[in-house]
């Protein structure tokens, strides 16, 4: 089948590489309908994530129809249709119990080296590097999905792929953001960050009822966007964050801020950025976390900083001080996918929310390793890539 593989730092190739089987009585294989590229597979390519290796299969956005199911998969049969989450888990272990998905404690088969790492492992990934169990990815003509009795989202044919891909990864990741930000109706709730996270975390923030919104970066077609949605907009290259966030909150700042940015901020040549970057370039530092720090800054003491950014390693100049004294609660984690799906299911089929708005560009799955490119560039507008599969050839070997 034809599959895109991480080769090395932006380099993405469109391969022929093996059809995936069942492996374990609990898997699936789906042939893929859609698959999407997301920010997070932005740090893959820019070779930020450590413990890659060539040819890995990458992505982590995927659905389709199921096409084989293993002998003790009783939840999904051939034909089904699913969005496959990009948390892979049990649903049996303490973790998942409590809807801790992305904590779940059996789907990391590169357990003992992760726990080595961060403490304790976290579950199973899609397609993101050796911590999170080196498990193929998505963006493929076809995925084997494992633990599939549990890791799947079984989606309504009434519905469009493009309406219901999201539910995979950028949907509930925006609004577990949103969710953990605790809104009560007299809250300004600031993003950071309007790339496809930041556009679903400003609608799930304008649909928990926030007083008003906020959204910051730099590109006009992304703050056009989330205008579009009712958010207020700051072009953080143009005006000054803080300034306007003060002008907008009275002086007291925003309660609740959210980062959907990550790893790899922008920032004007302020010096901390300049020493982050050169650290990141050196392997000193994995991170920048830029807005991080802005957010610690602009927020209201007793306010709640939402993190669905993702983070690698260390960072440095984390004013821990300033958190502390004004007593912020910090939240962030992977998005524990499917224990938001019941609720952003019915939210699009009753048409509260159509994720479909984020689409930019959709391309044949060959296209890909061109629109990794386009998309890290924000090139041609760029702010969510859809690609499909052709299936070319229609059996599997
Ligand atoms: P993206 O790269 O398209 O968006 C990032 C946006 O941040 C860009 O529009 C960029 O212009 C903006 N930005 C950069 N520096 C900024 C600054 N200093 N201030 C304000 N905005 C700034 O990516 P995305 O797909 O929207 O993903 C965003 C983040 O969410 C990534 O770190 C991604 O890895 C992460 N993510 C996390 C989860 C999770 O489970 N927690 C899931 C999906 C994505
Ligand atoms: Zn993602
Ligand atoms: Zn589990």
Not at 60 to 73: I, L, P, Q, S, Y
């Amino acid at each position: 089948m034809k599959a895109l593989v991480w080769h090395g730092p932006q380099d993405i190739r469109c391969d022929t590489v093996p059809d995936p089987q069942i492996e374990d009585g609990r898997d699936a294989i789906i042939k893929v309908t859609s698959c999407a590229i997301c920010g997070s597979d932005l740090h893959l390519f820019h070779n930020f994530i450590p413990f890659m290796k060539p040819g890995d299969i990458v992505g982590h956005e995927t659905m389709g129809e199921v096409v084989e199911v293993g002998g003790d998969n009783k939840n999904l049969k051939v034909g089904d249709r699913i969005v496959v989450p990009f948390t892979i888990f049990c649903g049996e272990c303490e973790q998942c119990v409590r809807g801790n998905y992305s904590a779940c404690e059996r789907t990391n088969r590169n357990r003992a080296f992760a726990d080595k790492l961060l403490g304790h492992a976290g579950s199973g990934a899609f397609g993101y590097s050796a911590l999170t169990g080196a498990y193929p990815g998505g963006q493929a003509e076809y995925l084997r999905v494992p633990f599939a009795d549990r890791t799947h989202i079984k989606v309504p044919d009434s519905l469009s792929d493009e309406q219901l891909l999201f539910l995979s990864d950028i949907l509930p990741t925006g609004w577990q953001a949103a969710v953990q930000c605790d809104i009560e109706p007299t809250d300004t709730v600031a993003v950071w960050g309007c790339g496809p996270v930041g556009q679903m975390a400003i609608r799930s923030a304008i649909l928990l009822g926030a007083e008003q919104v906020v959204a910051i970066d730099r590109f006009p077609e992304r703050l056009s966007m989330a205008a579009a949605a009712g958010a207020l907009t700051i072009n953080y290259a143009e005006e000054k964050v803080i300034e306007r966030l003060n002008e907008l909150t009275g002086g007291k700042g925003p309660e609740k801020c959210i980062d959907a940015v990550g790893m790899e901020a922008h920032s004007g040549m302020l010096p901390a950025h300049l020493i982050d970057r050169a650290k990141q370039a050196l392997m000193l530092e994995t991170d920048r976390p830029h807005a991080l720090r802005e957010m610690i800054y602009a927020c209201k003491p007793g306010g709640v900083l939402s993190v669905p950014g993702v983070y690698g390693g260390v960072s440095d100049m984390i004013p821990l001080g300033m958190l502390m004294n004004k007593g912020l609660t910090v939240r962030t984690g992977q998005t524990n996918v499917c224990r938001w799906t019941d609720d952003l299911l019915r939210m699009i089929e009753e048409g509260l929310i159509d994720p479909s708005f984020v689409i930019t560009h959709t391309r044949p799955l060959e296209a890909g390793p061109e629109m990794y490119r386009t998309f890290q560039r924000k090139q041609d507008s760029c702010i969510k890539v859809v690609l499909k599969p052709e299936h070319m050839s229609q059996t599997r070997h």
